[in-house]
Structures are given as C-alpha cells and as structure tokens.
C-alpha cells in the first residue's frame, strides 16, 4: 500500500514540475508561480515572497523562506467544529496583524505553520505571530 502511494506521489510531483516549468517558459521568469492560488472554498490566496516586514519569515532558517507550493504539504481531516474555530481564529488574528503589521497574515505561509509550532513548543500563536 505504502508503494502505490509513494508512486502516486512520484506522479504528482512530476506533473506539478512539469506544469511549473511549462508557466517559466511562458511567462520568462521563475516569480510566475508565486500570486494567487484559489483554496478549497474558492476563495484566492496571495502567496508571494515575503518582505522583510514579515517577522514569521525572518525569524527562521532559509527553508522557510521556499514558496508556499515547494513545502511538504499535510492533509488533515479534522471535525467541522474545530475547522471553524481554526477559521475564526485566524479571523481574529489576521484583524489584529493587519492592525500591527499593516500586511495581512497568510494562512499557509504564516497562520497553519505557527499553530502547529505553537502546538508542539507549549507557546502561545499570538507570540510566534508577534501580534
């Protein structure tokens, strides 16, 4: 089982790369991936490079710094109650960074990473967020 899932795996990795290299060819520069991305709700994420104002990404090492799209991704089937509260949080949160650090947050650069790390260090998301 694990195989069929390692060569799933290998596949989609593939057509990514290969869709990848298709938008550099066309567009003529490797920043064509970053922008937009619609989520599951249909919603649009931006995922550009940060700046510098970002402290999530100065604070830590390089690989952090890859676009969003190269990180390993994690797929989490968790109950509808707490999916909504890890929504309004995020709300909360965002409204607040927004206020501070006059840049919105990113759920999958900036907010899931520090709820995992806050999870595993004992530390509270507000602190690893600076807000």
């Given at each position: 089982m694990s195989e069929d899932r390692q060569e799933r795996s290998d596949r989609?990795?593939?057509?990514?790369?290969?869709?990848?290299?298709?938008?550099e060819d066309n567009d003529g520069n490797d920043e064509s991936e970053e922008?937009?991305?619609?989520?599951?709700d249909?919603?649009?994420?931006?995922?550009?490079?940060?700046?510098?104002?970002?402290?999530?990404?100065?604070?830590q090492p390089d690989e952090s710094k890859t676009p969003v799209k190269d990180r390993p991704s994690v797929?989490?089937?968790?109950?509808?109650?707490?999916?909504?509260?890890?929504?309004?949080?995020?709300?909360?949160?965002?409204a607040r960074y927004k206020r501070e650090h006059d840049q919105p947050l990113e759920k999958n650069r900036d907010y899931y990473p520090a709820v995992i790390k806050a999870s595993l260090e004992g530390k509270d998301v507000k602190d690893i967020l600076d807000i």
């Open positions: 989609l990795k593939q057509r990514f790369d290969r869709d990848r290299d298709a938008n922008g937009t991305a619609t989520a599951s249909g919603s649009e994420n931006d995922e550009s490079l940060p700046t510098g104002d970002n402290p999530i990404v100065d604070d797929l989490m089937y968790l109950p509808e109650d707490l999916h909504t509260e890890l929504d309004i949080r995020f709300d909360e949160l965002n």
